[in-house]
């Protein structure tokens, strides 16, 4: 638990102010107006929020105050580092206790020793009695200096401890910090250690500089909404999941904040809700995080992936909430402002440091010069300084005698100068070296001439400070953390169809509960439903288990929002004797339970003709209508593909105005929104839109899919994501009648190796290119265009050198029932493809030519240019449309 969320009363020894009125109701107005102010100002600025100057809070600062007491180079244990604490902070050992394993286990300021818990698994530490710890050497080189420490009396009065520690790094960006106070929070993530270091330099330089999370649990973020770690900002966290096969995937990572512990119980939570479908979990955490997800049989792990972002710990939101004390008040700031102001402060302390250092040189160089003089000019045998009455006449006659030397020295001799020289022992004097003296001397002018330039020069100082701690210290912070972008995840695309909704059409109610009715789709149950009626209203509703929607429901399915390939083809009848309009449109995003209609609204319109496209199909109808006097036509025909796809609230185009009899399908159609990009994904070894497995490519009507197995079988089929497929793929892809295949097989029948040369057909039914028995075996199937095969004999032929054969020259392409061509009659022992070293040229758009030839005597040619022949064309071919158009409608 942080510090911040203690919840010990520092004013326990309080009395509620209490106000009798006299009218038997008491008042604690008092407690809130002041106490309960005081109370909060306390928990803020002394308990849960930490100090931007050093970045730590008041518990943190003790222990590594009482550390620094206690530091003999030597490690302590952890309980007696708590009772010392006990001397500077008075909430007791526990809350001590956690705060020091929440240190250690960040790895910067202690240096552990025995069980300090794991953040993997949320493992506690072992009793304090147990471990130990030390301050570790970073924390010794850039959080200490007495010479610049601001002290303040402890709580009893007994002890001094630091107001804050001269830190000389941005600590509080480095460990991050989160603490609950009363009345705000603060939550601020931690950064690279490199990073940090490289983010002050160019702030020293005046140059821009960005910073993003780095967790020690490693995993993925995306901080595209970052927003610099100020309020409002969020970033998302993902685990690294990898496939360890088809039916195992592996957790190396978790998100900030969770433990594998918690991972996997939320893991088990969403298949207990039927969000994912999982066959077991095994967690075997120690040093690293290793989670192992088991699928289920048939089920796609491409999927799974997004289905663990989506429903469980594996993606969490992270909103940071910079929240620290400066100038004895809470702030709200952002990362590069703390960055700023802390590398500033650093260089402030370097500063004070280094003059500090050149006042106590040039205090050690006064008194050398002092002593040298006091020495070699032999004053200490001065009769005058023998036979003094007192003391003050003695130091009148050392004062006289160096008053001669006056120029040699950086300041003004004063009382006390002379009486240190008089405290210089005989023995010293024995040992004075004057040349040693001269040699010291000149050491100390030359430190003090290097300080004050490193004074002129503080930025470069401190940039090569910074610079410093990078090159010493950060090889053992890398960054564990990868920066990426999240795809959003529809949690509707990835969750498990684990429900079947039926409907109950007499009775008017659909639901997954209704189990002896009518089944309509698989659905999950957060999914949405559409449902459309026959007077042509139509809403979403929720997935539930059982729901009155009305008796004259027409069509109901799954609804995906922002889906534009789905589209409704409809004819409704506009009032009860109106003519009939003919429309096409999607439902892209509506309000769920809100009532819509497909027609113009006008009481008695209803729908006479409805099909829901998944891939924007239009197909042919066919219309009868009543007959009427002096009516022509009775039955027409309509292809919807002449209908443009609008809006859900437009009108459409008429139909007819005659009154319709019936309308039926006459003939399916093709989809008429472009290409549609497919995906193969073999673990389920099933079709999807949705991006997972294998890219097939963009399929136009009429194109189709090429099957290819292991076993010689090959068929075509159509790309609709309900066909179901077989194991034992080895290719597939969109199909392409010109493609050259090269397969190398072993012949059943003639007991050798065969090369051969094809194109496959199309075919829904499934052929065998390796011939019709079942013990042939291929060995290479490849679509390079010059393939080339090495060709290892083997046995008694083993001897013989390899055969590299280019297939293109070694045989010419035939059917794929062809026998094809023996490689060789000797034994072979292995067979491998090459790379090529031919690749087939570059196609060159050449110029089309056309020649069209009129009917005529002379047999002439039309030397008209070509594209007023083709529009000559195009307009005729229009002008039939049209004509045909016209005779069709009713």
Known sequence: MEEGADSNNAHSDYKVPIKDTGDNQLHLSGMFQNWFLDYASYVILERAVPH???????????????????????????????????????HG???????LVQLGQKDLLVDCQGNWGNVFTGDGAAAPRYIEARLSKFALEVLFN???TEWKPSYDGRNKEPITLPVKFPLLLAQGAEGIAVGLSSKILPHNFNELCDAAVAHLQEEEFVLYPDFQTGGYVDVSKYNDGERGGSVKVRAKISKLDNKTLVISDIPYGRTSTSVVESILKANDKGKIKIR?????????VEIHVHLATGVSSDK????????????INISPNCCVIENNHPYFLTISKILRDTTDNTLRLLKLELEIQKNELEETLHFSSLEKIFIQERIYKDKEFENAANMDMAVEHIDKRLSKFSKLFIREVTREDILRLMEIKMGRILKFNSDKADELIARYKEEIEEIKHN???IIDYTISWFVMLKEKYGKNYPRKTEIRSFDTIEATKVVEANEKLYINREEGFIGTSLKKDEYVCNCSDIDDIIIFYKDGKYKIVKVSDKMFVGKNVLYLYVFRRNDNRTIYNVVYRHG???????KRFAVTGVTRDKEYDVTQGKEGSKIVYFSANPNGEAETIRVILKPKPRQKILVFEKDFSDIAIKGRQSMGNI???AEVHKISLKQKGGSTLGGRKVWFDHDVLRLNYDGRGKFLGEFQSGDQILIVHDNGEFYTSSFDITNHYEGGIIRIEKFNANKIWTSVLYDADQKFMYMKRFSFEASSKKQNFLGENSESKLTVLTDVVYPRILVTFGGRDSYREALEIDADEFIAVKGFKAKGKRISTFEIGEIKELEPVRFPEPIEEEEKKFEVQIDDDDDEIDNRPISDIIDEITGQQSLFKNDGKEEGEG
């Open 52 to 90: 931007i100057t050093d970045g730590l809070k008041p518990v943190q600062r003790r222990i590594m105050h009482s550390m620094k007491r206690m530091d003999d180079g030597r490690y302590n244990k952890v309980a007696n580092i708590i009772g010392h604490t006990m001397q500077f902070h008075p």
């Open 93 to 99: 050992d526990a809350s001590i206790g956690d705060a």
């Open 146 to 148: 007495p010479k610049t």
């Open 280 to 288: 077991k979990v095994d967690d075997i955490t120690a040093q690293n």
């Open 304 to 315: 799974t992936i997004d289905a663990l972002y989506a429903f469980t710990d594996c993606e």
């Open 455 to 457: 004074i002129e020069n």
């Open 576 to 582: 009860k004797q109106g003519p009939d309009y003919i």
């Open 655 to 657: 139909l007819t105005k």
